[in-house]
């Protein structure tokens, strides 16, 4: 009899059907992994203490970078543990791609998950994981290489998994940027390329302070308040050069995947960043090149469509959640135009002025 060469196996994928139990494994075996292998952060932010596991050194170096500690002994609202495990440690496996041969929709992919109470996200590109259990608190990154997650997080690591945690606890992380006057600020809105990180900078260069530039905590109530998260700002090259940002605070600074930079706050105003902002209003920002900038009501419908669809979108599960709570805060807050000059000390004084002035109700 001849024997016959027989092929391997075709690795093992996932689809929708396989998805739930996939997730569940990944989780199970990520919260017995040993310790002993691992390296734990643990993180005070604002409303959530947060652990993360890792052997990458250059993951946690981001970590502690990134975040930003809570400065008040306030209410902590939830805890988060996170695994951040990848195919070259010893005993994880390679993150599972989709079957391409199956349909994949965010939307069913959400729906799957949420009918037995779980959350996650795939990146196809380079295949990687994560999932999210709110019940527990616990969750993993399964990734192909230690800094192998999603391009668009070096300036906002793990998230998903912060924004799934708040949730969990009725707050929101919010796709927004934030400028201040003491305590009373404004949520800067609108879709990628308006200005909103641009204003960010020329504010807190000449004098305001801000919660963040592009994912910020809310905390619905009244009043609305804002809180900081990570520590980054990102900014083109046309917008560095506008805002007369000195070369010092881009030493080793790299243009990021969307072709920005990426530095911290406290190279360009060393206490800009505050713990908190009473938010009053949303400013819509426009590249309008006017010789002075100009501040002009604005119907709270805008307000909601520069806010909303991105805040959802852009953070997958949870989103009929996160539409009504976003839409109630569109409702709450007045809305205005901010049509931008080009001098961005003007801008930061434009903006300070509405910012102190007291009848926003107005709008």
């Given at each position: 009899?001849?024997?016959?060469?027989?092929?391997?196996?075709?690795?093992?994928?996932?689809?929708?059907?396989?998805?739930?139990?996939?997730?569940?494994?990944?989780?199970?075996?990520?919260?017995?992994?040993?310790?002993?292998c691992l390296k734990r952060h643990d993180f005070a932010l604002a409303h959530l203490d947060l652990t993360v596991w890792s052997s990458s050194d250059a993951l946690s170096d981001l970590f502690q970078k990134s975040f930003v500690s809570r400065q008040e002994k306030g209410s902590v609202a939830g805890r988060a543990i996170v695994f951040a495990l990848d195919a070259e440690?010893?005993?994880?496996?390679?993150?599972?791609?989709?079957?391409?041969?199956?349909?994949?929709?965010?939307?069913?992919?959400?729906?799957?998950?949420?009918?037995?109470?779980?959350?996650?996200?795939?990146?196809?590109?380079?295949?990687?994981?994560?999932?999210?259990?709110?019940?527990?608190?616990?969750?993993?990154?399964?990734?192909?290489?230690?800094?192998?997650?999603?391009?668009?997080?070096?300036?906002?690591?793990?998230?998903?998994?912060?924004?799934?945690?708040?949730?969990?606890?009725?707050?929101?992380?919010?796709?927004?940027?934030?400028?201040?006057?003491?305590?009373?600020?404004?949520?800067?809105?609108?879709?990628?390329?308006?200005?909103?990180?641009?204003?960010?900078?020329?504010?807190?260069?000449?004098?305001?302070?801000?919660?963040?530039?592009?994912?910020?905590?809310?905390?619905?109530?009244?009043?609305?308040?804002?809180?900081?998260?990570?520590?980054?700002?990102?900014?083109?090259?046309?917008?560095?050069?506008?805002?007369?940002?000195?070369?010092?605070?881009?030493?080793?600074?790299?243009?990021?995947?969307?072709?920005?930079?990426?530095?911290?706050?406290?190279?360009?105003?060393?206490?800009?960043?505050?713990?908190?902002?009473?938010?009053?209003?949303?400013?819509?920002?426009?590249?309008?090149?006017?010789?002075?900038?100009?501040?002009?009501?604005?119907?709270?419908?805008?307000?909601?469509?520069?806010?909303?669809?991105?805040?959802?979108?852009?953070?997958?599960?949870?989103?009929?959640?996160?539409?009504?709570?976003?839409?109630?805060?569109?409702?709450?807050?007045?809305?205005?135009?901010?049509?931008?000059?080009?001098?961005?000390?003007?801008?930061?004084?434009?903006?300070?002025?509405?910012?102190?002035?007291?009848?926003?109700?107005?709008?």
């Amino acid at each position: 009899m001849i024997a016959t060469a027989t092929s391997a196996p075709p690795p093992a994928t996932v689809s929708l059907d396989s998805l739930v139990e996939y997730a569940q494994d990944r989780l199970k075996a990520a919260a017995s992994y040993p310790k002993e292998c691992l390296k734990r952060h643990d993180f005070a932010l604002a409303h959530l203490d947060l652990t993360v596991w890792s052997s990458s050194d250059a993951l946690s170096d981001l970590f502690q970078k990134s975040f930003v500690s809570r400065q008040e002994k306030g209410s902590v609202a939830g805890r988060a543990i996170v695994f951040a495990l990848d195919a070259e440690m010893e005993g994880w496996d390679r993150p599972r791609e989709w079957n391409i041969k199956t349909k994949f929709t965010s939307r069913a992919f959400d729906r799957n998950l949420a009918e037995v109470n779980l959350r996650g996200f795939y990146f196809h590109e380079v295949p990687s994981w994560q999932l999210f259990d709110p019940v527990s608190g616990v969750g993993v990154a399964s990734l192909l290489a230690p800094l192998g997650i999603p391009p668009w997080e070096s300036s906002s690591p793990l998230r998903l998994f912060l924004h799934w945690a708040y949730s969990a606890a009725d707050l929101r992380l919010t796709h927004a940027a934030t400028l201040g006057v003491g305590r009373r600020g404004a949520l800067i809105v609108g879709a990628s390329g308006s200005g909103k990180s641009g204003t960010t900078l020329a504010g807190l260069m000449n004098g305001l302070n801000s919660v963040g530039d592009d994912y910020v905590l809310i905390e619905p109530g009244a009043p609305i308040v804002a809180y900081p998260v990570f520590c980054t700002l990102k900014q083109d090259v046309g917008g560095v050069r506008r805002a007369g940002l000195p070369e010092t605070v881009l030493d080793g600074a790299q243009l990021n995947w969307h072709g920005k930079f990426e530095f911290d706050v406290s190279k360009v105003a060393p206490h800009g960043l505050v713990d908190h902002l009473e938010i009053g209003a949303i400013l819509i920002p426009e590249i309008a090149r006017l010789p002075r900038t100009r501040i002009e009501p604005a119907a709270r419908r805008e307000g909601a469509l520069s806010l909303v669809p991105s805040g959802v979108l852009q953070l997958p599960g949870d989103g009929t959640k996160g539409f009504r709570l976003l839409s109630e805060i569109a409702r709450q807050l007045p809305a205005f135009k901010l049509r931008l000059s080009e001098d961005p000390v003007e801008i930061a004084e434009a903006i300070a002025s509405f910012l102190s002035h007291e009848a926003w109700d107005a709008g």
